[in-house]
């Protein structure tokens, strides 16, 4: 089956705690983004790669980091300096920079107390 | 900064209702409009228009694209409790999408 998974679903940290969210395709997609959704919000873009060790920031990248180590892997860290990180996060991916019909992942649901 | 604006934000209506979802754009290097449809998690993809004036159709929802106006619209005839989502708009610029805030649709029996 082709898809993307997110891992965990549902994720808990204590304050000032690094986490990582894992994000995996196996469409052969070039492209792979991080959004993050806040209730009653539209998505907005964190980070995105278009190629294999190479990322750019988005509209939101303050407090998150990424790597793009392989084609298929776009793991996203939430660190400690992010101000306000409980939220849900979107993984998605497209076939390449100028195709715009991004799939998403199931998403993870981070709280932070 | 680009600017998606989707309205009405929410709206409830009866089963066998028709509805019109907006979408108004202000995107830098606009290339498409992109619908999806967010039920739990992961939304799903609806529609990709690129032409002003075609409506694209897929069983009871259409949508087409005034890129003189810079808006698009979605429609869906004959709703059913299964239409209930949050129906998200995106406008797609040089490397990467713009979303609105999404228009909640409740359909009641």
């Known amino acids: 089956d082709g898809g993307i998974t997110q891992s965990p679903k549902y994720l808990f940290r204590k304050e000032g705690q690094n986490v990582t969210l894992s994000c995996e395709q196996n469409?052969?997609?070039?492209?792979m983004y991080w959004y993050r959704q806040d209730p009653g919000q539209g998505l907005r873009l964190i980070y995105y790669s278009q190629i294999v060790n190479d990322f750019q920031k988005g509209d939101i990248a303050e407090g998150y980091s990424v790597s793009r180590e392989k084609k298929e892997s776009f793991p996203l860290t939430v660190t400690s300096a992010q101000k306000n990180p409980t939220a849900f996060y979107l993984c998605?991916?497209?076939?390449?920079?100028?195709?715009?019909?991004?799939?998403f992942g199931p998403g993870t649901r981070l709280t932070v107390t | 900064e680009d600017k998606v604006v989707q309205s009405p934000l929410s709206l409830v209506v009866h089963e066998g209702d028709t509805v019109t979802l907006n979408c108004s754009y202000e995107?830098?290097?606009?290339?498409?409009l992109l619908w999806y449809k967010q039920e739990k998690k992961a939304p799903t993809f609806l529609f990709m228009l690129?032409?002003?004036?075609i409506e694209k159709k897929s069983g009871r929802l259409s949508s087409i694209l005034d890129k003189k106006e810079l808006f698009s619209i979605l429609n869906i005839t004959a709703t059913q409790t299964g239409d209930s989502a949050v129906y998200l708009c995106a406008g797609a610029g040089s490397y990467q999408l713009t979303f609105g805030k999404g228009t909640k649709l409740s359909v009641i029996p």
């Open positions: 998605a991916s497209s076939e390449g920079r100028l195709v715009y019909e991004q799939y």
């Open positions: 469409l052969n997609h070039d492209a």
């Open positions: 995107v830098t290097n606009f290339r498409s």
């Open positions: 690129t032409s002003s004036g």
